[in-house]
Structures are given as structure tokens and as C-alpha cells.
């Protein structure tokens, strides 16, 4: 397993912007398909995007297609996700993930995650 550190959640007012990284260490970088998902008090957790290996092929879940964007830069070693146009309903635990299998679009791909990060859109 690969350590993934989540950074870049906080406060934010409805119609904000946030953006979110997720910095992967203990293994090659390319080497992992790469996801966001988050959870919610009370509810499962849920997958928000994905990004392949190679960062060509992207996917999302439908409840953020349009405003959220996600990315990765080999350089850093490091996956974003860019969140535009902030719901109360994006409220979350924000998790990042890795998997040498993918697209990475279910929890049960998961090889690693990480610690998870806060993100509170207030109304």
C-alpha cells in the first residue's frame, strides 16, 4: 500500500470554490489509477471522480459533473481536485484513493486511502 495525504478542505460559503490535493508517497506514481470519494454523517461513502494512470480518461460522479474537475501532476506526485459552485450538499469527508485497478469508481477497487479531509459548505 501507497500513503496518500489529503490537504485543502475548510469552511466555505455556498457558490464557493475549494480545491483539494492528495499527495501519494511510498510508491510510483503512475503506476495507480487515482479517485476522490466522499462521505457524508449518516451515509455511505460515495464516489466523486477518477482519474486514469495515464490522466487521460477521467470520470465523475453525477452529482458534481460540471463543477468538479479532477487531475493529476506526475511531477508532484499529487492528485487535485478542483470544486467550483459548492452545494450545503457537497458537506463531506473528502477521501482520497489509489488502486492499480481501474477507473477507480467503487470503494471496492481500493487498495489505499487516505485520512480524509474536511469540507463544510455552509448555506
Known amino acids: 500500500q501507497v500513503q496518500l495525504l489529503e490537504s485543502g478542505g475548510g469552511l466555505v460559503q455556498a457558490g464557493g470554490s475549494l480545491r483539494l490535493s492528495c499527495a501519494l508517497s511510498?510508491?510510483?506514481?503512475?503506476?495507480?489509477?487515482m479517485a476522490w470519494f466522499r462521505q457524508a454523517p449518516g451515509k455511505e461513502r460515495e464516489f466523486v471522480a477518477a482519474?486514469?494512470?495515464?490522466?487521460?480518461?477521467?470520470n465523475y460522479g453525477d452529482s458534481v459533473k460540471g463543477r468538479f474537475a479532477i487531475s493529476r501532476d506526475v511531477g508532484q506526485a499529487t492528485m487535485y481536485l478542483q470544486m467550483i459552485s459548492l452545494k450545503f450538499e457537497d458537506t463531506a469527508v473528502y477521501y482520497c484513493a489509489a488502486s492499480a485497478l481501474g477507473p477507480l469508481i467503487r470503494t471496492t477497487l481500493v487498495d489505499s486511502w487516505g485520512q480524509g479531509t474536511q469540507v463544510t459548505v455552509s448555506s
Open positions: 511510498g510508491g510510483t506514481f503512475n503506476f495507480y489509477h
Open positions: 482519474i486514469s494512470k495515464s490522466g487521460t480518461i477521467t
